[in-house]
């Protein structure tokens, strides 16, 4: 999870600098293509045995919700500091969790209820709505956490139907297909260096999801979440030495009550679970 937090810093590094004079669909859309690139294998396997039918509208689903999200991550990068945008995306789980209670009826008992509510209180901690003046990059921001929470409560009814590989491969592709077009219509044309710098983007997002899929492998999510928190340390002192950007004491107390919260959540869910399970045994 150190590793992964690493990774997911240099995207962010990488993006905000040779991001900065591209729009943003077309910034995401050369990154999802070198993305899809590094997926090139699983996508002809994919190609040969099809996808199930039942499952193509929720792949496109999943694509129409990532398109959005990335776009305006996209966007909000170049325009707020890189430890605002990693803080702000800590609400990701939190929409993911509120989506399932709304739209899918799980349970949503008092203290996963207090621990959302927690989690946004750090995310007004951080944004400071009414307190300093607020730029597109933060709506952007909080627009791409709604979207990317609602296409990972999509990947989580993929993932009972399809391997891992294909949900993210697919993932890739859609979006890949669905940024074309927007992209095309503004184009501009990027430097070799802006290209070299989206691809390095791709290869660290890649190598950072590979890692947390190993972390998860290893250690439940209680014990993996808390180390979330070393990513916001990471991107603020990034922001400061690179950037030039101000730490910021606000959003590291903000983020910290997000992750402390889903940190709860996730332990919460892990002891649930074991006493299921053991009960499940004893019977």
Request: aromatic share 8%; with cysteine; charged share 10%.
């Amino acid at each position: 999870m150190l590793v992964t937090g690493l990774c997911f810093v240099a995207v962010n590094a990488l993006v905000k600098h040779f991001g900065a004079g591209l729009p943003a669909a077309q910034s995401a859309f050369i990154r999802f293509l070198f993305g899809l690139l590094l997926l090139a294998p699983v996508l002809i396997r994919i190609s040969r045995q099809g996808v199930p039918r039942e499952l193509r509208w929720s792949f496109l689903l999943r694509g129409a919700l990532h398109v959005v999200a990335v776009i305006l991550w996209f966007f909000a990068m170049t325009r707020i500091p890189i430890a605002e945008v990693t803080a702000i995306g800590f609400l990701n789980p939190i929409i993911a969790t509120l989506g399932a209670a709304i739209l899918l009826g799980e349970s949503l008992s008092w203290r996963r209820g207090l621990a959302i509510l927690v989690a946004l209180v750090g995310a007004l901690v951080v944004i400071r709505p009414g307190m300093r003046a607020l730029d597109m990059g933060h709506l952007a921001q909080v627009g791409a956490a709604v979207a990317f929470g609602m296409s990972y409560l999509v990947a989580r009814k993929l993932a009972q139907r399809a391997s891992a590989e294909v949900v993210v491969t697919m993932m890739a592709l859609t979006v890949s297909a669905g940024l074309a077009p927007i992209a095309l219509s503004v184009w501009v044309p990027p430097s070799w260096g802006q290209v070299l710098g989206l691809a390095l983007v791709a290869v660290f997002a890649t190598a950072g999801h590979y890692t947390m899929t190993r972390a998860f492998a290893v250690a439940p999510m209680s014990v993996t979440q808390p180390i979330t928190f070393v990513q916001l340390i990471w991107a603020s002192l990034l922001g400061v030495v690179l950037f030039h950007e101000p730490f910021d004491p606000m959003v590291l107390l903000g983020g910290g009550m997000m992750i402390a919260a889903i940190s709860y959540i996730t332990w919460r869910e892990a002891r649930l679970k074991a006493a299921a399970s053991l009960q499940r045994n004893s019977q």
